[in-house]
């Protein structure tokens, strides 16, 4: 069965530190796979998306960037944090049509 | 623009009564539609989708939704609600922009309270 991983579950940096959060799929191949932002524990924000490796799509203009360097490995960065930055971070993955599956996110607080 | 629409904030419902969580939407061709639940601080559960066939579909811990094509609806039903479906709840839409590229796009979400 498919599984997703994405650590840390909390993470405090401060002001003007680098982000580095991993996310890894199991029991597939060539999956889609997501990075969203919610922020204030409502609505998600797609962050960016990818379908295949080294293929990365941007949704929003921001301070993050996202890599894929292996197939089922998805990981997003900054090189200097905002405040702004705060919020809930969840991967997911998905197949063509279908559901996507998320992660248990990453709750990033930026002090 | 393919979307979804919740349009409120939060339910409350007495625990034992039906409960309903609405959702609408706006898709250009067939509409593939999409529930999900998520708890403090953790991550979304999938619930149940629609993609063709039935239109009451039916999905995980006894919730069910009904596409309805003349309303632009899929409304998230239970019949009878436990305190402990407390929690959020997405409506999503499958928006395709081709080449394989496949993404969710979520409403805001709403907020369920099931009051003992």
């Known amino acids: 069965s498919q599984t997703i991983h994405q650590w840390p579950a909390t993470l405090v940096q401060p002001v003007g530190s680098p982000l580095s959060l991993e996310c890894t799929v199991e029991?597939?191949?060539?999956?889609?796979l997501y990075w969203y932002r919610q922020a204030a524990g409502r609505g998600l924000q797609l962050l960016f998306y990818?379908?295949?490796?080294?293929?990365i799509s941007s949704e929003v203009p921001q301070n993050l960037s996202a890599s894929r360097p292996q197939d089922r490995q998805f990981i997003l960065s900054s090189k200097k944090l905002l405040l702004s930055d705060s919020g809930f971070y969840l991967c997911?993955?998905?197949?063509?049509?279908?559901?996507?599956?998320f992660g248990q996110g990453t709750r990033l607080t930026v002090v | 623009a393919q979307s979804v629409a919740q349009p409120e904030d939060q339910v409350n419902v007495a625990e034992g009564n039906p409960l309903t969580v609405k959702c609408t939407y706006s898709?250009?061709?067939?509409?593939?539609l999409f529930w999900y639940v998520q708890y403090p601080n953790r991550g979304l559960q999938f619930l149940l989708k629609?993609?063709?066939?039935?239109?009451l579909v039916k999905g995980s811990y006894g919730f069910e939704a009904e596409f309805n094509k003349s309303q632009t609806s899929f409304h998230l039903k239970k019949p009878s609600a436990l305190v402990s479906d407390s929690a959020l709840y997405f409506c999503?839409?499958?928006?395709?922009?081709?080449?394989?590229?496949?993404?969710?796009?979520f409403g805001k979400g709403n907020q369920v309270v099931v009051i003992p």
């Open positions: 029991g597939t191949s060539n999956p889609n």
């Open positions: 997911a993955w998905g197949q063509g049509i279908t559901e996507a599956f």
């Open positions: 999503a839409v499958r928006v395709s922009s081709g080449g394989g590229n496949n993404r969710l796009a």
């Open positions: 898709v250009s061709g067939n509409p593939y």
């Open positions: 990818s379908v295949g490796i080294g293929q």
């Open positions: 629609y993609i063709t066939g039935d239109n």
